[in-house]
């Protein structure tokens, strides 16, 4: 595995890092709005004023809790997030205003309903495709956002702050990129394992500008190495694209694990990866269907059909020069689980070994996944 650098901090690391922050942030009157998804216009967010925490929980400590209300049989995601509430023992959550769902998988848009008891949850209505119509609605989706911003802080907000909020997305969107395409170099210049926990501890920063300033010094520090010590030597090591569901709960026991057994991970088709990043958004546009048409392109599998994820990766294994795609699902994921057979289809037509591992948030499968890990890195 590629050497991490010295001053790097652990995911849980910089979750708690991020609490003294959140609450310094609360008690110099910063609004904090509590998300779940990629689909959430944050820029909105932005443009109130506030600040979007990130509240996907990746810790299976709140499950058993949450499964007194929630059926054993659910994502992983879901059960410990909703538990998190369920037991006040989320920062970002007790600090948070209000929360911001989305229709996006069923077991997501009806826990909403049950997390609506614990703290306001205000749901917006994502359609499922993406033509004209569905365009409209998400677009009306966006402005009914906006309004409730302002109605719930008693707030004006303008064009202009939507648009400046949006210049600073898309410059954030810029830098994040930049960075994961490092990947794209041969031999890889960073390990999988740190490019995954840096942009997910980055999430618990609040300061838009600060995040791009860390991932920009560490992007030129990475380049810089790269073009002393390894341009020209080509690597032997296999080449990884991890796909799937969000893998932050479950990268020590699945990508930490590949890169340790001799692979590198160089590209990420999710939502902790490329797949929110490639897209900016419009400015040229009106903000409200700038931001509608950018966020309905997400490639997640909630949308049906979904055929532009499958292009995108397509694509990814000739940029990356993938050697096989490892396809991270998480228990009782339908949507990912079912979309895996078109993801597999897609890595064959180019000849690319596949290997989907299914997981949730416990240690119980950790040595049968290091089992399977391994056999799938013979067959490349
Ligand atoms: S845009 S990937 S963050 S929905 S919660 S769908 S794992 S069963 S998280 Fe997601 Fe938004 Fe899509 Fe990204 Fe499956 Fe679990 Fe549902 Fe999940």
């Known amino acids: 595995m590629i050497q991490l650098p010295e001053n790097f901090e652990t995911y849980a690391e910089a979750r708690k890092a991020g609490f003294l922050r959140m609450k310094q942030l609360k008690e110099s009157g910063r609004k904090v709005v509590g998300i779940f998804c990629s689909f959430v216009p944050t820029e909105l967010i932005e443009a109130a004023g506030g600040t979007a925490a990130p509240l996907c929980a990746t810790s299976e400590e709140p499950i058993s809790a949450a499964e007194a209300d929630l059926p054993k049989n659910l994502c992983p995601l879901i059960k410990a997030s909703y538990g998190f509430a369920l037991t006040d023992t989320c920062p970002y959550f007790y600090f948070s205003d209000f929360i911001v769902g989305e229709t996006t998988c069923d077991g997501k848009k ?3 309903e049950l997390m609506d008891n614990i703290k306001e949850t205000y749901v917006m209505q994502l359609p499922a495709r993406r033509d004209e119509a569905a365009l409209d609605a998400w677009e009306k989706e ?9 109605d719930f802080y008693g707030i004006t907000i303008t064009e ?21 395409e490092l990947g794209k170099l041969n031999p890889a210049p960073i390990s999988g394992y740190e490019m995954g926990t840096r942009l997910d501890g980055l999430g618990f920063n609040p ?21 002393e010590n390894y341009r020209g030597k080509l690597s032997k090591r296999p080449r990884i694209l991890i796909t799937g569901c969000p893998n932050s709960g479950i990268r020590e026991k699945t990508i930490k ?5 001799g692979a590198d991970v160089v590209a990420f088709d999710c939502c902790n990866g490329t797949r929110e990043k490639v897209e900016k958004v419009d400015e040229t546009l009106p903000a409200a269907r700038a931001l509608a048409k950018k966020y309905l392109n997400i490639n997640c599998s909630v949308m049906s059909p979904n ?12 940029e990356y020069q993938v050697d096989g795609v490892l396809e991270l699902i998480l ?19 180019k000849n690319v070994p596949y290997l989907m591992i299914e997981t949730d948030y416990s240690k119980a499968d950790s040595g049968q996944i290091n089992t399977r890990l391994e056999a799938f890195l013979e067959t490349i």
């Open 307 to 318: 055929e532009t994820r499958m292009d995108y990766i397509s694509n990814m294994i000739d």
């Open 160 to 180: 202009e702050d939507v648009k400046k909020a949006i210049r600073l997305k898309n410059r954030e969107r810029e830098v994040m990129l930049r960075f994961l």
């Open 142 to 150: 966006v402005v009914r956002f906006w309004k409730k911003l302002e």
């Open 331 to 349: 228990c009782a994921c339908h949507t990912y689980s079912i979309e895996a057979y078109n993801v597999k289809k897609t890595a064959m037509a």
């Open 207 to 227: 300061d838009i500008e600060e995040r791009c300033r860390i991932i920009e010094a560490r992007t030129e520090e990475v380049i810089k190495d790269w073009e």
């Open 110 to 112: 009806k826990m909403f």
């Open 257 to 261: 694990v590949i890169e340790e057994l």
